[in-house]
């Protein structure tokens, strides 16, 4: 005889059910962050972002609805990762209908809400900055089927206003966000949530408006949205009140992704703001762009913004990035001069398994991690972006001269005696153009504890269809003694193959460390293999049944030896 339970879920603990709660969207850390894990678009991600907030968030809805013991718990995690268009779109003079309005519109009533708050990602989607008299031309799409009843657009400016005004700032900054809250409510937005936030740690931001702007001051924003009222005035505005706004001393992470070159001051007044993720797009731009770059990130004035930041993250994905050429490499060295006191830095780019975002199949097949025939050079009138060739030949050329580590290491001259952590990008980097790429060296880095590095960084890849295959200029064999720092403490390498487990390199990293204790603080080596390992050939080194001498190698080693599969999402991993 079956007996029925009367017991329902409501009946279950608060802290039981609070847990199962948070496992109803598990990836909304990941979604703040730009990242989709079922199906991650090509380009930029912001409407699947959106899209998927939405989705996820629905079952919490509903939960909220139930009952005032659901709706408690369930609110907490639907405002604790917000994904928000960032405009204040208006659909007339008098009205607005965009969610970010409708949020501020609860915040503002509800304001036990707010310390629920702990990440949100604004995404400016494409469309034109609003002007005087002209309603904001964003395609309504972008809302996502948004069918609420407009709100009045006056209502929300008077009550952000008054948010303003009530605020411990000097009074000329007040006034001046003030005056402004109509002209840009774009940038206006982030100010607001800072205002409004008192728990706020991440920020996440993407800019993906692509008008035209032909003055640098149009590339500098800052962390409540006011603008220079005229831009011969060098002084600009002056931030220094803001410290004292609820989310200033709880923000800890700054994300920001842009179609464009752009700066955000007034980091330097967020006393816990120690980490910057950094995603521009460099490359295509001119040359005098490049020049400015170095007027936006390199002046000693520009580095006192940065002067807390600690743990710099830069997106070195083809998707974020373009396809990396002068202007990009360029670009990123410039936005490295900015930055004096890092103590860690991650450049990180395609996972190992997506390391190819290109689908040509004549010359670059989808998943294919080394080249093996070659896009022929075209002649000066087939120099044609219409055509397929341009493109395979400008991918080959990113290949071959830009996505150089050694050069991307020698650029970090400014930060070396300070940094402890790096991370060299994986993905696109790590493959074969048409020669030999020169191996990085980090001798030089008196306090680097911590080094992840891709295999291709330590081993250079060398194919026998390569088109200048006798190349002799940089370092191409490299052994452990004149790369690794002698205060290192632990070392990956990822996207590794059976080329490392057989390689002098690897040898060496051993019997130097056994004989004459090189690095003797060093704790840890994990080797984290890519595709080209397949699961056979990991399941028969972990159980010992290949790489003998290997396996007696790490046996034998003071430090701990890790083996496994890469897996992981750069992007993500903070």
Not at 102 to 131: A, M, N, Q, Y
Not at 359 to 376: G, M
Not at 389 to 397: A, G, L, N, Q, S
């Amino acid at each position: 005889m079956v007996v029925k339970s009367s017991q329902s879920l409501g009946d279950l603990p608060t802290e039981l059910i609070d847990q199962i709660m948070s496992c109803i969207d598990l990836y909304r850390n990941e979604r703040i962050l730009g990242h989709i894990p079922d199906d991650p678009p090509p380009n930029s991600p912001d409407t699947y972002l959106l899209t998927d907030f939405l989705v996820c968030s629905r079952a919490l809805y509903s939960l909220a609805l139930t009952n005032r013991r659901f709706r408690d718990i369930a609110q907490k995690y639907l405002f604790a990762a917000p994904v928000i268009g960032g405009y204040a779109v208006r659909v007339s003079g008098t009205s607005c209908s965009s969610r970010i309005a409708f949020l501020l519109r609860t915040l503002f009533s509800r304001s036990d809400l707010r310390r629920h708050v702990r990440k949100i990602r604004l995404c400016f989607l494409e469309g034109r900055p609003p002007t005087s008299g002209n309603p904001f031309d964003l395609d309504q799409g972008n809302e996502l089927g948004l069918t609420s009843k407009p709100l009045n657009f006056a209502t929300i400016v008077h009550q952000t206003r008054g948010i303003v005004m009530s605020s411990n700032l000097p009074e000329t900054l007040k006034r001046t966000w003030c005056a402004q809250l109509i002209m840009d409510f774009r940038y206006s937005t982030i100010g607001i949530l800072v205002a409004l936030l008192p728990r706020l740690e991440t920020l996440s931001i993407s800019e993906q408006n692509l008008e035209p702007i032909d003055d640098i001051d149009d590339y500098t924003a800052n962390m409540i949205g006011i603008r220079r009222l005229h831009t011969a005035d060098p002084t600009g505005v002056d931030l220094q009140g803001i410290q004292c706004l609820p989310a200033a001393h709880s923000l800890r992470t700054l994300k920001i992704s842009s179609m464009f070159p752009l700066r955000f001051d007034g980091l330097d007044k967020f006393p816990n703001l120690d980490t910057l993720d950094l995603g521009l797009k460099l490359a295509s731009v001119d040359y005098y762009m490049v020049e400015e770059l170095e007027e936006l990130f390199a002046t000693p004035e520009v580095t006192t913004n940065f002067d807390r930041i600690r743990h710099l993250r830069l997106d070195c994905q083809v998707k974020t990035v373009g396809i990396w050429d002068f202007a990009a490499r360029q670009g990123i060295a410039h936005v490295l001069r900015a930055f004096s006191s890092l103590v860690s830095l991650d450049f990180y780019a395609e996972p190992s398994h997506e390391k190819n975002p290109f689908r040509s199949v004549r010359a670059f097949p989808h998943y294919q991690a080394n080249i093996q025939t070659y896009p022929d050079e075209p002649s000066p009138r087939d120099r044609d972006a219409t055509q397929d060739i341009f493109w395979d030949e400008r991918v080959y050329e990113a290949r071959t001269e830009w996505t150089n580590h050694q050069y991307l290491v020698d650029s970090l001259i400014r930060i070396r005696p300070s940094l402890q952590s790096l991370k060299l990008p994986g993905g696109f980097w790590t493959l074969p153009g048409a020669m030999r790429k020169p191996l990085p060296s980090f001798t030089s880095f008196p306090s680097l504890q911590r080094l992840d590095l891709p295999q291709a960084a330590m081993l250079s890849i060398k194919l026998d269809n390569m088109r200048f295959l006798e190349t002799e200029h940089g370092d191409f064999r490299l052994l452990p003694t004149t790369v690794l720092p002698p205060t290192l403490q632990e070392l990956r390498i990822f996207d590794a193959d059976a080329n490392l487990l057989h390689s002098e390199w690897l040898r060496q990293l051993f019997n130097e460390h056994a004989t004459r204790k090189t690095w003797p603080d060093l704790q840890k080596l994990e080797i984290i293999f890519g595709p080209t390992f397949n699961n056979v050939e990991l399941a028969d080194l972990l159980a010992r049944r290949a790489c003998e001498q290997f396996r007696m190698l790490s046996d034998k080693a003071a430090f701990q030896v890790l083996l496994r599969r890469d897996e992981e999402v750069p992007s993500i991993c903070l």
